[in-house]
């Protein structure tokens, strides 16, 4: 079984400022990591994922995470943040064959303030 | 290119009566999948549909199900409602690999059980 940490519940960030969002997840198989991004009132929306190869992944809004096998994390950075990327933030972990199944963490909630 | 379209949006009901929540996916996807969304316990896989056929399943009770029909439309049906069914159901859809991961989500319906 899989399961994801977000490390972090909120994060409060003034604008322009870096940010790192900390995720960690456990499985006993190799597995694909996502995040995705929820503004108010809406859905999910992909921001990123790792299937294999480079560990560096860049997504989408400038937006870029690193998976780090040995450490089992995959953490999502930003080197500027604009109050617009407030939102919550959810790392998913999915194994090979998996399909729609994600198991997501408990999210981070992001807070850029000006 | 439409995306995923959930109805309703909002509703509510009360103790021990049931709802059916219906998702429109993308054209083309013949991947559905369902996700429970609450303030406690986060997002949860409910189950997943493929080609009408129910690929996956999360650990809720056997009062939530769901189906597919041929044209990718998915329902899925709470009986019994309990307060705390309460919540955000999320529908996504895929193109339907078994390596999946990239899901487009739905805005959601909102369920409130009084």
């Known amino acids: 079984a899989q399961s994801v940490t977000q490390l972090d519940s909120q994060v409060p960030v003034f604008e322009e400022a870096p940010v790192e969002l900390r995720c960690n997840y456990s499985?006993?198989?190799?597995?694909?990591l996502f995040w995705y991004v929820q503004y108010p009132n809406q859905g999910l929306q992909l921001l990123l994922k790792?299937?294999?190869?480079?560990?560096l992944v860049k997504g989408i809004n400038g937006f870029e995470a690193e998976f780090n096998k040995s450490q089992t994390s995959f953490h999502l950075r930003k080197p500027s943040v604009h109050i617009s990327d407030t939102a919550e933030y959810f790392c998913?972990?999915?194994?090979?064959?998996?399909?729609?199944?994600?198991?997501f963490g408990q999210g981070t909630e992001l807070s850029v303030k000006p | 290119k439409a995306g995923v379209t959930q109805t309703p949006r909002y509703l509510i009901k009360t103790r021990g009566q049931q709802v059916t929540l219906s998702c429109s996916p993308i054209?083309?996807?013949?991947?559905v999948s369902w996700y429970q969304q609450t303030p406690g316990q986060g997002l949860q896989f409910l189950f997943e549909?493929?080609?009408?056929?129910?690929?996956n399943k999360g650990n809720f009770p056997g009062r939530f199900s769901g189906r597919q029909f041929s044209n990718s439309r998915s329902e899925m049906n709470v009986s019994t409602l309990e307060l705390g069914d309460s919540a955000l159901y999320l529908c996504?859809?895929?193109?339907?690999?078994?390596?999946?991961?990239?899901?487009?989500f739905g805005e959601g319906s909102r369920l409130t059980v009084l």
């Open positions: 499985s006993s198989v190799s597995v694909y």
């Open positions: 996504a859809s895929s193109p339907g690999g078994t390596v999946s991961g990239e899901l487009f």
């Open positions: 790792y299937l294999s190869g480079s560990t």
């Open positions: 054209s083309g996807h013949r991947s």
């Open positions: 998913a972990v999915s194994a090979n064959n998996q399909g729609g199944k994600l198991i």
């Open positions: 549909y493929f080609s009408e056929t129910q690929r």
